[in-house]
């Protein structure tokens, strides 16, 4: 499910860190996306909700459905 925000907004990824807990499937899906810290969190490139390009929106979608702990959700912004 995307969350609207602003509608005209890049799609970005949001990880909520209070669910998290670094089991790795989000970095494995999105390499690109997501780097990955010393114990399995991802890290983003700027501390910012990543930006989803549209070659990578079936992998984002992927990962959301197969995060262990529903941790993830696309939104616009
Ligand atoms: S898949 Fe979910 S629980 Fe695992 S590291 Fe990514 S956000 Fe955290």
């Known amino acids: 499910m995307i ?3 602003n509608p005209n907004g890049n799609l970005r ?6 669910r998290c807990d670094g089991r ?8 690109e996306t997501l780097a990955r810290d ?3 969190y991802p890290l983003t490139h700027d501390h910012r909700d ?4 549209q070659g990578r929106i079936t992998a984002a979608r992927e990962a959301v459905d197969l995060c262990p ?3 993830l959700t696309l939104h616009r912004g």
């Open 3 to 5: 969350h609207n925000g």
């Open 13 to 18: 990824l949001h990880i909520d860190w209070t």
């Open 24 to 31: 790795g499937v989000c970095n494995e899906l999105l390499p």
């Open 38 to 40: 010393d114990w399995g």
């Open 50 to 53: 990543p930006v989803i390009d």
């Open 69 to 71: 702990r529903l941790a």
